[in-house]
């Protein structure tokens, strides 16, 4: 079916103009293409998630654990929101608009503009200097202005990425420590039960509203630009994908904090072979799942996927550390092995060193008026 949709009437006011604005902007010259093409990748999965694991690994557990949560959560909202608003890209929409870069999903809101926000937001706030601060926010504008002009995001696929970003991210910050506490407060089958719904009914419900919804869905007429085959199915399966990295991640946490946590101190060379041998162990996963799920497509494609990056996530946040531990690379905290904590932890004496996030080991909250 191609009739317009009354919500693809109601974008079509905003993307005309907004598609001659940035064939505007790309109209200043080819020069940009290559240094934003660089600066893009700051707002990408493949560059954000290895610095968590980074982070995680190597450096402080609790603060990599949150910053993973945060992430994939913003991911999972991200994608949903792409599953529900059906939006073109600039370069679908219009055959003016230059294609710098490209995209499978549906545009709307900008995952590299929400991403980006949540991640180097929350370190540059979590920093407590000024410079880091707006050093974040420097870097997020130039993510940001690197979707416009390398034709894969409107101005208001950016504007709402950045302010669901910002919603995440005051959030984390207002509420990360009593949410941690609480979290660790539950018994095994509430915390597996929450696990399973924030992960689970976002892919339900979005796989609901595609088959019954949007299930006679087509490429508008009015988009004349290079749409992709099938963007609803790479979008589902981005969905499907980022939630099953968020059960894993939750489970493994959780189980890690059960068993005493994880220490990120050591040598130099001790750090670097931790994050040797656990991006090693996600390349291998991921190249296997790659490449048997390189005939599926569809639904089949998403649950796959699903499955296979919990399994990723809960080897980054379970077995990886574990594995560091038991070979000696690593050790539990307290055990010859501080923990190292974060900027807001840095009290000289928090009972909860040590623990996910600085909580304490009866498993109250902190409550100093931050």
């Known amino acids: ?34 240094p934003l093409l660089a600066i893009t ?27 993973f949560v945060a992430l994939t959560l913003s991911g999972v909202i991200n994608y949903a929101g792409k599953a529900v608003f ?19 999903s549906f545009g709307m809101p900008s995952q590299h503009a929400q991403a980006s926000t949540v991640f180097w937001g929350y370190l540059g706030l979590r920093s407590g200097r000024r410079l880091w601060a707006w050093t974040a926010v420097a870097l997020i504008a130039a993510i940001c202005l690197s979707r416009i002009y390398l034709g ?5 696929d950016v504007l709402v990425g950045l302010l669901v970003g910002g919603v995440i991210l005051w959030a984390a910050l207002r509420w990360e420590d009593r949410i941690v506490a609480w979290w660790l407060g539950l018994g095994t089958a509430r915390w597996v039960g929450c696990a399973l719904a924030v992960s689970v009914l976002p892919c339900l419900v979005a796989a ?14 009015e988009w004349i630009g290079a749409t992709p085959t099938d963007p609803a199915g790479h979008t589902l399966t981005s969905l499907f994908t980022v939630a099953g990295a968020l059960l894993g991640g939750l489970v493994g946490f959780t189980l890690l904090a059960g068993r005493g946590w994880y220490s990120a101190e050591g040598s130099a060379t001790s750090r670097a072979a931790r994050f040797a041998l656990g991006i090693s162990g996600i390349v291998v996963v991921q190249v296997v799942v790659h490449v048997v799920a390189g005939g599926l497509t569809g639904l089949a494609e998403a649950v796959v996927m699903f499955a296979a990056y919990a399994g990723v996530a809960f080897w980054a946040a379970f077995g990886a550390p574990e594995m560091f531990i038991r070979s000696g690379l690593a050790g539990r905290p307290g055990a010859g092995a501080p923990e190292v904590r974060g900027p807001a932890e840095e009290d000289g004496g928090d009972p909860g060193a040590g623990r996910p996030g600085g909580v304490p080991a009866d498993g109250t909250a902190r409550d100093d008026g931050k």
């Open 1 to 34: 079916m191609n009739a317009r949709t009354a919500g693809h009437t109601a974008m079509d006011v905003l993307w005309e103009p907004e598609s001659t604005a940035i064939g505007w902007i790309q109209g200043l010259g080819d020069w940009a293409a290559v």
């Open 41 to 67: 990748q700051l707002g990408s999965q493949f560059v954000l998630i290895p610095l968590v694991a980074l982070v995680f690994w190597c450096v402080n557990p609790g603060l990599g654990a949150r910053l």
């Open 86 to 104: 059906y939006g073109a890209r600039p370069y679908w929409y219009s055959a003016q608009v230059t294609a710098y870069s490209s995209g499978s």
């Open 152 to 156: 894969v995001h409107f101005f208001s």
């Open 208 to 221: 609901l509203w595609q088959s019954l919804a949007r299930g006679d869905w087509t490429v508008p007429a």
